[in-house]
Antibody
């Protein structure tokens, strides 16, 4: 059974940093791209960042480029999101998701339960 | 950048009725479109990918159709557990989502 478990969320001041983790199990982690998607309170889904299975390719939404860094440790089956220079509009539930490729397009077939990040003074 | 627009914003129906949700792309996305269901306090769940393929474990009452710019998610006969928010998603240069349709009990 595929399981994704996020951790690391919490309250942080504007300008601060936080690192999210996503522990994966139930599939060959290194064989799959992974992604982070966030959802601000009461709002819709926003893709944040993605990483290839080997970790060599990374992608970011314009809203987080230069501030967030995605990475993975395939020996630990864990995905990370390092978030720096946090702003109030980064407040959201952050989900990690497993990427499912079909015709070279990305869909997200398994999701974690999410971890809440609150940026406030 | 391709923008996905979902309609209606809210759909009020009763159990047993047929639901039709729409997703329109600002330019052609061929058949590269997915649908997700999200219930309150839960993560999204993949329902449909590549316009019409049901994901693993998704009941047959859920079906998707469309190509180009116009797509439809149909729920043939609503069950109580189907009342949720539904999002469409496409991947061009990066993944993007529609703003969602809330399916509520009438």
């Amino acid at each position: 059974e595929v399981q994704l478990l996020e951790s690391g969320g919490g309250l942080v001041q504007p300008g601060g940093s936080l690192r999210l983790s996503c522990a994966a199990s139930g599939f060959t982690f290194s064989s799959y791209a992974m992604t982070w998607v966030r959802q601000a309170p009461g709002k819709g889904l926003e893709w944040v960042s993605g990483i290839s299975g080997g970790g060599s390719s990374t992608y970011y939404a314009d809203s987080v480029k230069g501030r967030f860094t995605i990475s993975r440790d395939n020996s630990k089956n864990t995905l990370y999101l390092q978030m720096d220079s946090l702003r109030a509009d980064d407040t959201a539930v952050y989900y990690c998701a497993k990427v499912f490729h079909y015709y070279d397009k990305e869909y997200f077939d398994y999701w974690g339960q999410g971890t809440l990040v609150t940026v406030s003074s | 950048e391709i923008v996905l627009t979902q309609s209606p914003a809210t759909l009020s129906l009763s159990p047993g009725e047929r639901a039709t949700l729409s997703c329109r792309a600002s330019q052609s996305v061929s058949s590269y479109l997915a649908w997700y269901q999200q219930k309150p306090g839960q993560a999204p769940r993949l329902l449909i990918y590549h316009s019409s393929n049901r994901a693993t474990g998704i009941p047959a009452r859920f079906s998707g159709s469309g190509s180009g710019t116009d797509f439809t998610l149909t729920i043939s006969s609503l069950e109580p557990e189907d009342f949720a928010v539904y999002y469409c998603q496409h991947h061009s240069n990066w993944p993007s989502f529609g703003q969602g349709t809330k399916l509520e009990i009438k």
